[in-house]
C-alpha cells in the first residue's frame, strides 16, 4: 500500500551537480526519519543523508558539505541535492522512510526501487 517513487537519477561529468527526488505515497499515518542509501558494485549498502521529521539531518563523511538533503512534509517528499559529483558516487540510491501505515500497527523501513547515479567523463 505505500509507495516510494524515486527520481533525478542520471549521467553526469565530474564536477557536475543531480538532484534526486522521491516521493511517499500510499497510506500513511504517520512519517518520520526520510533518506538516502546507496550501493556501488561490490560492495556494501551504505547511508548517505537522512533527516528527521523535525528537519534534523545526518551525512556521510564522505558527502559531507557536497550533499544537501530536504524535505516537504506536506508532499511527503525527500529531496537531495547533489554538487562537486565525483566517479566514487556511482551507485544505486534508494529512497527510504520510516513510517507507520494504515495497514499494519507499528512502524517499519519502507524502500523505493532505487535510481541509477553515474558519474563518469
Known amino acids: 500500500q505505500v509507495q516510494l517513487v524515486e527520481s533525478g537519477g542520471g549521467l553526469v561529468q565530474p564536477g557536475g551537480s543531480l538532484r534526486l527526488s522521491c516521493a511517499a505515497s500510499?497510506?500513511?499515518?504517520?512519517?518520520?526519519?526520510m533518506g538516502w542509501y546507496r550501493q556501488a558494485p561490490g560492495k556494501q549498502r551504505e547511508l548517505v543523508a537522512d533527516?528527521?521529521?523535525?528537519?534534523?539531518?545526518n551525512y556521510a563523511d564522505s558527502v559531507k558539505g557536497r550533499f544537501t538533503i530536504s524535505r516537504d512534509n506536506a508532499k511527503r517528499t525527500v529531496s537531495m541535492q547533489m554538487v562537486s559529483l565525483k566517479p566514487e558516487d556511482t551507485a544505486v540510491y534508494y529512497c527510504?522512510?520510516?513510517?507507520?501505515?494504515?495497514?499494519?500497527?507499528?512502524?517499519?523501513?519502507?524502500w523505493g526501487q532505487g535510481t541509477q547515479v553515474t558519474v563518469s567523463s
Open positions: 527510504y522512510a520510516y513510517l507507520r501505515s494504515s495497514v499494519t500497527p507499528w512502524w517499519g523501513n519502507y
Open positions: 533527516i528527521s521529521s523535525g528537519g534534523s539531518t
Open positions: 500510499g497510506s500513511i499515518t504517520s512519517l518520520d526519519t
